[in-house]
């Protein structure tokens, strides 16, 4: 894959696009990730997985466009690559993979998805589908986004603005450390403070309608999974996918 873009989305993390090089298209199912291949400095071989962030209509063509979300992390091997990696340089990858994606006979009546850091991208790719299933089976979906400050919102402007062209989804940053300022336009009373974890009483979750995917840190994902248990969400009726920020 050839890099065509690159741009900080918070502090830590770079938005990258790719496209094939070879021009083929990708065909994916959002929710999926791809496997980024390279070799440690004694030429040992590696490979870090991304989810990939772009979503696209159902009914689309396949395009050769990649793209995802990308964590430095200090003195970490994968983050040296992309740091030094010049727009138009390739690098190889394989994929997609995975089966953290919105399932076909779904009959749910509302999605709680639930990420924090970059396991929210798998949700940015899924909101043509979310977009299609609120308007045709008047799905509801709810978006809990954890963070530490609003500048670690990954896509958060985004999601701001498809919650306000869509009454059906609600978009709800949870900050654990540091709100936004009373006269910042990102204070919302759907801004909450703390952990995601903690919020889920609030939404009520139901066993007869919901359908939960949990996405990003293990712990997070963990308590979240024992909480929707205990409420008495079914086990099949929560996906998780962990994400662990590698060297």
Same mark, same amino acid.
């Given at each position: 894959?050839?890099?065509?873009?690159?741009?900080?989305i918070?502090?830590?993390?770079?938005?990258?696009?790719?496209?094939?090089d070879?021009?083929?298209?990708l065909?994916?199912?959002?929710?999926?990730?791809?496997?980024?291949?390279?070799?440690?400095?004694? @030429?040992? $071989?590696?490979?870090?997985?991304?989810?990939? /962030?772009? =979503?696209?209509?159902? !009914? %689309?063509?396949?395009?050769?466009?990649?793209?995802?979300?990308?964590?430095?992390?200090?003195? @970490?091997? $994968?983050?040296?690559?992309?740091e030094a990696l /010049?727009? =138009?340089?390739t690098? !190889? %990858?394989?994929?997609p993979?995975?089966?953290?994606?919105?399932?076909?006979?779904?009959?749910n009546?509302r999605?709680l998805?639930?990420?924090?850091?970059?396991?929210?991208?798998?949700?940015?790719?899924?909101?043509p589908?979310?977009?299609?299933?609120?308007a045709?089976?008047?799905?509801e979906?709810?978006?809990?986004?954890?963070?530490?400050?609003?500048?670690?919102?990954?896509?958060?402007?985004?999601?701001?603005?498809f919650?306000?062209?869509?009454?059906?989804?609600?978009?709800?940053?949870?900050?654990s450390?540091?709100?936004?300022?009373?006269?910042?336009?990102?204070?919302?009373?759907?801004?909450?403070?703390?952990?995601v974890?903690?919020?889920?009483?609030?939404?009520?979750?139901?066993?007869?309608?919901?359908?939960?995917?949990?996405?990003?840190?293990p712990?997070?994902?963990?308590a979240?999974f024992e909480?929707?248990?205990?409420?008495?969400l079914?086990?099949?009726?929560?996906?998780?996918?962990?994400?662990?920020?590698?060297?």
């Amino acid at each position: 894959m050839k890099l065509t873009a690159r741009r900080m989305i918070a502090p830590t993390v770079a938005h990258l696009s790719f496209l094939r090089d070879d021009g083929e298209p990708l065909p994916c199912i959002p929710g999926q990730f791809v496997q980024i291949h390279f070799q440690y400095a004694d @030429g040992s $071989a590696a490979r870090r997985s991304y989810s990939i /962030a772009i =979503g696209r209509d159902p !009914d %689309a063509a396949p395009d050769a466009r990649v793209e995802i979300a990308v964590s430095y992390v200090p003195g @970490g091997a $994968a983050t040296a690559l992309f740091e030094a990696l /010049a727009l =138009g340089a390739t690098v !190889d %990858a394989s994929g997609p993979f995975g089966r953290f994606c919105l399932y076909p006979n779904d009959a749910n009546r509302r999605y709680l998805l639930i990420g924090t850091g970059t396991g929210i991208t798998p949700y940015r790719a899924m909101l043509p589908q979310l977009e299609r299933q609120m308007a045709e089976r008047g799905v509801e979906v709810v978006l809990l986004q954890g963070a530490r400050t609003p500048a670690e919102l990954l896509y958060g402007d985004e999601f701001r603005a498809f919650a306000a062209a869509h009454p059906r989804f609600r978009y709800m940053p949870c900050l654990s450390r540091e709100l936004p300022a009373a006269d910042s336009p990102l204070a919302h009373p759907d801004v909450r403070h703390g952990y995601v974890q903690n919020v889920l009483p609030e939404l009520a979750p139901d066993p007869a309608a919901d359908i939960a995917y949990l996405c990003g840190n293990p712990d997070m994902v963990d308590a979240s999974f024992e909480a929707l248990k205990a409420i008495g969400l079914p086990v099949p009726m929560i996906r998780r996918e962990k994400y662990v920020s590698n060297k």
